[in-house]
């Protein structure tokens, strides 16, 4: 197995999992978004990143609306400012950095030609369907990213020829029972578990996803492996549990933490432990 990394050179590996929302999912009715939106019709009329930044600059609060333009709930706007500036205080970077904001809005999510086609247009009842289903869309998007994390580290065990089986749990010390995204190879006869928590939002789920890591680690038996892959810029909010799980590393309570970044580790550790308990 690979030796625990520095916690801050696990967290540089963490990326998005989710793409953004299409912006026309998400139309909240506050009237302090109306208000910004009518404001954004000011802008002249062949505005640039320049003039973008200068009404940043000038409407500090208003810097999620952008957020929405590019189908960007709050929550994931807060996270990717953190993934991108290290700070959510959006008001702040308006402030001081209103320039590198806008720039990094149209990079990342193509926000000028969102603007263009969005200020204008006329909207149909079709339209206004979309964005009351918009909820429901991101939800879907958001149980996608963790199925990403679980399908690859299923990929791999199949590449491997391993027996396996996912989402259950396995039993451990004492015939106590923890939950596993992935087992090898079976749950009565768990050689080896896998975690598999990819998140990039932020909620009560990443500390329920802690729990059931340390529930494994506390289950296992003395042979037993149990590996964690976690990532999602979800985390970057989170740190203190992605702390957690780190220590459990660091500490030898778990064998391995990854993230897709390190997937080629992952797998040569995952046929390494595979090979010592006769699986290969």
Same mark, same amino acid.
């Given at each position: 197995m690979s030796k625990a990394v520095p916690f801050d050179q696990y967290l540089g590996t963490l990326a998005r999992l989710?793409?953004?929302?299409?912006?026309? !999912?998400?139309?909240?009715?506050?009237?302090?978004?109306? *208000?910004?939106? +009518? #404001?954004?019709?000011?802008?002249?009329?062949?505005?640039?990143?320049?003039?973008?930044?200068?009404w940043i600059k000038?409407?500090?609060?208003?810097?999620?609306?952008?957020?929405?333009?590019a189908g960007l709930s709050q929550e994931?706007?807060?996270?990717?400012?953190?993934?991108?500036?290290?700070?959510?205080g959006w008001v702040t970077l308006a402030r001081t950095r209103s320039q590198d904001l806008a720039?990094?809005?149209?990079?990342?999510?193509?926000?000028?030609?969102?603007?263009? !086609?969005?200020?204008?247009?006329?909207?149909?009842?079709? *339209?206004?369907? +979309? #964005?009351?289903?918009?909820?429901?869309v991101t939800a879907t998007r958001a149980g996608a990213s963790g199925r990403k994390v679980e399908d690859e580290i299923e990929s791999i065990a199949t590449d491997l020829g391993l027996p396996y089986k996912t989402r259950t749990k396995f039993?451990?010390?004492?015939?106590?029972?923890?939950?596993?995204?992935l087992v090898v190879p079976n749950s009565d006869a768990a050689e080896i578990v896998v975690a598999a928590k990819g998140f990039d939002s932020t909620g009560s789920k990443l500390t329920d996803a802690v729990?059931?890591?340390?529930e494994m680690a506390d289950v296992r038996l003395p042979r037993q492996f149990v590996i964690a892959?976690?990532?999602?810029?979800?985390?970057?909010?989170?740190?203190?549990?992605?702390?957690?799980?780190?220590?459990?590393?660091?500490s030898q309570q778990i064998d391995g933490?990854?993230?897709?970044?390190?997937?080629?580790q992952f797998r040569h550790d995952l046929e390494e432990a595979a090979t010592l308990r006769k699986l290969i």
């Amino acid at each position: 197995m690979s030796k625990a990394v520095p916690f801050d050179q696990y967290l540089g590996t963490l990326a998005r999992l989710t793409p953004h929302v299409d912006p026309t !999912v998400s139309t909240p009715e506050a009237e302090d978004i109306r *208000d910004a939106a +009518v #404001a954004l019709t000011h802008l002249p009329e062949n505005f640039d990143v320049e003039d973008l930044a200068a009404w940043i600059k000038e409407n500090p609060r208003w810097v999620p609306v952008l957020g929405l333009t590019a189908g960007l709930s709050q929550e994931k706007l807060k996270n990717s400012l953190v993934d991108s500036f290290e700070t959510a205080g959006w008001v702040t970077l308006a402030r001081t950095r209103s320039q590198d904001l806008a720039y990094w809005f149209d990079v990342s999510f193509d926000l000028m030609r969102m603007l263009r !086609v969005q200020l204008h247009r006329q909207y149909e009842f079709g *339209d206004v369907l +979309v #964005a009351r289903a918009g909820t429901r869309v991101t939800a879907t998007r958001a149980g996608a990213s963790g199925r990403k994390v679980e399908d690859e580290i299923e990929s791999i065990a199949t590449d491997l020829g391993l027996p396996y089986k996912t989402r259950t749990k396995f039993t451990g010390r004492n015939g106590r029972v923890a939950p596993c995204d992935l087992v090898v190879p079976n749950s009565d006869a768990a050689e080896i578990v896998v975690a598999a928590k990819g998140f990039d939002s932020t909620g009560s789920k990443l500390t329920d996803a802690v729990r059931e890591i340390e529930e494994m680690a506390d289950v296992r038996l003395p042979r037993q492996f149990v590996i964690a892959v976690i990532d999602g810029i979800g985390w970057k909010s989170r740190q203190a549990d992605l702390r957690k799980i780190h220590e459990l590393w660091v500490s030898q309570q778990i064998d391995g933490m990854y993230t897709l970044a390190s997937l080629g580790q992952f797998r040569h550790d995952l046929e390494e432990a595979a090979t010592l308990r006769k699986l290969i």
